[in-house]
């Protein structure tokens, strides 16, 4: 048993798929949640900016002694495939979304052929490419940088019915309808909140695979597995921070959410 937060982290709001995910599997954990949003994207920062970043916000979370750090940015989660983020930190426990993700993708598919979309920083990096191959040399992966849907998602440009997002994502998913995927991942946690549009132009046969969801379960598998799930009777609680406006920030956690019972929200810094 360890009644300690659970600390994750992102860019922005997207990260907040991850919490809405462990919320459900885990209502009795206390979370803290760290937006960067005055630095919003990460994805066309270079690898160094992304890491110097990363760290000033593991820095942040450490402080409310956390006993897990959940990366919910797929462009961080790239980077500490090859940078030691984690080093000297009092947190031991700890995962990005590369290796949940491609994980759950590669039981998904069917015909061998996985797509994956995410920001300019985590495609150039190959990571996910990479990570599916350590578990299947057989897949054909299809990637493709989509820069404009995180400015969407943190705009409210997110309906099913927009005309903008729906003209983006078909031009970003024209490739991934050409090579005939039938799993595509969503290698940014921002994605989820385009999930409507996207299946929309991939087709009903096209399994979508959620980096936020897969660490939350990743996340349960391993508290329980290493008896440290909270013991209380009483549900958790959300405690949101955000590095730029708190207005409008709190304007989009309900709508990602759907509620705002036993949240807060505050602004910080994190340098």
Same mark, same amino acid.
């Given at each position: 048993?360890?009644?300690? &937060?659970?600390?994750?982290?992102?860019?922005?709001?997207?990260?907040?798929?991850?919490?809405?995910?462990?919320?459900?599997?885990?209502?009795?954990?206390?979370?803290?949640?760290?937006?960067?949003?005055?630095?919003?994207? !990460?994805?066309?920062?270079?690898?160094?900016?992304?890491?110097? !970043?990363?760290?000033?916000?593991?820095?942040?979370?450490?402080?409310?002694?956390?006993?897990?750090?959940?990366?919910?940015?797929?462009?961080?989660?790239?980077?500490?495939?090859?940078?030691?983020?984690?080093?000297?930190?009092?947190?031991?426990?700890?995962?990005?979304?590369?290796?949940?993700?491609?994980?759950?993708?590669?039981? &998904?598919?069917?015909?061998?052929?996985?797509?994956?979309?995410?920001?300019?920083?985590?495609?150039?990096?190959?990571?996910?490419?990479?990570?599916?191959?350590?578990?299947?040399?057989?897949?054909?992966?299809?990637? %493709?940088?989509?820069?404009?849907?995180?400015?969407?998602?943190?705009?409210?440009?997110?309906?099913?019915?927009?005309?903008?997002?729906?003209?983006?994502?078909?031009?970003?998913?024209?490739?991934?309808?050409?090579?005939?995927?039938?799993?595509?991942?969503?290698?940014?946690?921002? !994605?989820?909140?385009?999930?409507?549009?996207?299946?929309?132009?991939?087709?009903?046969?096209?399994?979508?695979?959620?980096?936020?969801?897969?660490?939350? %379960? !990743?996340?349960?598998?391993?508290?329980?597995?290493?008896?440290?799930?909270?013991?209380?009777?009483?549900?958790?609680?959300?405690?949101?921070?955000?590095?730029?406006?708190?207005?409008? /920030?709190?304007?989009?956690?309900?709508? /990602?959410?759907?509620?705002?019972?036993?949240?807060?929200?505050?602004?910080?810094?994190?340098?």
């Amino acid at each position: 048993m360890n009644n300690s &937060a659970i600390g994750v982290f992102d860019s922005g709001v997207g990260g907040l798929t991850c919490v809405k995910e462990l919320t459900a599997l885990m209502p009795r954990e206390n979370i803290i949640y760290l937006g960067d949003t005055a630095r919003v994207p !990460y994805g066309t920062k270079s690898a160094d900016t992304i890491a110097r !970043y990363a760290r000033e916000d593991i820095s942040f979370l450490e402080k409310f002694n956390v006993k897990m750090i959940l990366i919910a940015c797929g462009t961080v989660s790239s980077v500490l495939m090859t940078r030691p983020l984690f080093d000297g930190s009092t947190v031991t426990e700890y995962s990005g979304v590369i290796y949940p993700t491609v994980t759950a993708a590669c039981a &998904a598919t069917r015909c061998g052929k996985i797509g994956v979309i995410g920001t300019p920083a985590t495609i150039r990096s190959g990571c996910y490419g990479k990570a599916i191959r350590e578990i299947r040399n057989d897949i054909k992966v299809v990637s %493709k940088a989509c820069p404009m849907f995180v400015p969407l998602v943190e705009n409210g440009y997110t309906d099913v019915n927009d005309k903008v997002a729906r003209i983006i994502a078909e031009e970003y998913l024209e490739v991934m309808k050409r090579e005939g995927v039938d799993t595509l991942i969503l290698g940014c946690t921002h !994605y989820p909140h385009l999930e409507g549009v996207i299946s929309s132009v991939m087709g009903d046969n096209v399994r979508l695979i959620s980096s936020g969801a897969e660490i939350a %379960k !990743y996340a349960e598998r391993t508290l329980v597995s290493k008896g440290l799930a909270a013991e209380r009777e009483e549900r958790g609680t959300l405690d949101l921070y955000c590095t730029d406006s708190e207005e409008l /920030f709190s304007e989009n956690v309900e709508t /990602f959410l759907g509620h705002k019972d036993n949240i807060t929200v505050s602004t910080c810094s994190v340098k």
